[in-house]
């Protein structure tokens, strides 16, 4: 098992131009920002030791550090993969991850959000604890109301 450390944003190398996903963009992780304020980080970064400039590289997470970055913390929980020195090896662990991360669609959101119904949550408990806005949860409800085929 991986031991997860702290370690300071100003440690890590940033470097959006590796990364596959690109630049990621501040208003696209504000919901994440908010999640992570509310919950904490579900999932370290993943970072590599690097030789030059700063003592680590991040390899896996850039959308949660942009996300910390937002929040203005110092420090975010990482795994140090000292295997993920070889660029080669780390480039395929990049895109890998992006690849297998599979988002939901927009029918498994609104069979999860009936299932939180069921548990008795309000429609607004449930914007408020996902970091959504109530029209965000009422499309999906609304969805739920379609004839199957339509779905």
């Not at 806005?133 to 085929?149: H, K, T």
Request: glycine share 6%; proline share 3%.
């Amino acid at each position: 098992m991986s031991e997860i450390s702290n370690i300071p944003l100003k440690d890590i190398l940033y470097d959006q131009d590796w990364n596959c996903r690109g630049k990621i963009q501040a208003n696209s992780v504000v919901d994440l920002a908010r999640n992570i304020e509310e919950q904490g980080l579900i999932q370290p970064v993943i970072v590599a030791p690097n030789d030059i400039g700063q003592p680590y590289k991040l390899i896996a997470g850039y959308r949660r550090f942009t996300a910390h970055m937002i929040l203005k913390r110092d420090t975010i929980q990482a795994i140090i993969r000292e295997d993920m020195r070889d660029e080669e090896k780390a480039v395929l662990f990049n895109l890998a991850e992006n690849l297998q991360r599979e988002d939901l669609t927009i029918m498994q959101e609104a069979e999860s959000i009936r299932h939180l119904q069921g548990l008795g949550m309000s429609r607004q408990k449930i914007a408020d604890k996902l970091n959504k806005s109530g029209g965000w949860v009422q499309i999906r409800l609304m969805l739920l109301a379609l004839p199957s085929e339509i779905q």
